[in-house]
């Protein structure tokens, strides 16, 4: 009947915006942790490069993402190698004395 189909189609039409809020509700989730792993890394990332930092001395330490602000560099002055393989290093070591 008529009413039944109006009906099905309200029903439909809440289903539909459950979904649409559950998938919103979702994206912000996402991105709110997203946000945290972002920032935490970050944060590891700043306190490991001053300690790094401590006996190399260098005066900066820049960032490089292809396509970014830096357009060309001479690979001998990289040192993203080993500051990811000093990282890992002192993670490991933290991990390993279950702190």
Known sequence: SQ???EA???KLA????GLETKRQDLSNQ???EQDQFT???QNQL????TIYNKDKHYDYIFSHVKGGGILLANPAYDITNDVVNE???AYQS???SGK
């Open 39 to 41: 920032q935490k890394l």
């Open 30 to 32: 996402l991105m709110e």
């Open 94 to 96: 933290k991990s390993s």
């Open 87 to 89: 990282m890992n290093k």
């Open 8 to 10: 099905a189609q309200k």
């Open 3 to 5: 009413a039944e189909g």
């Open 46 to 49: 700043d306190s490991f490069l």
């Open 14 to 17: 809440a289903m539909q915006q």
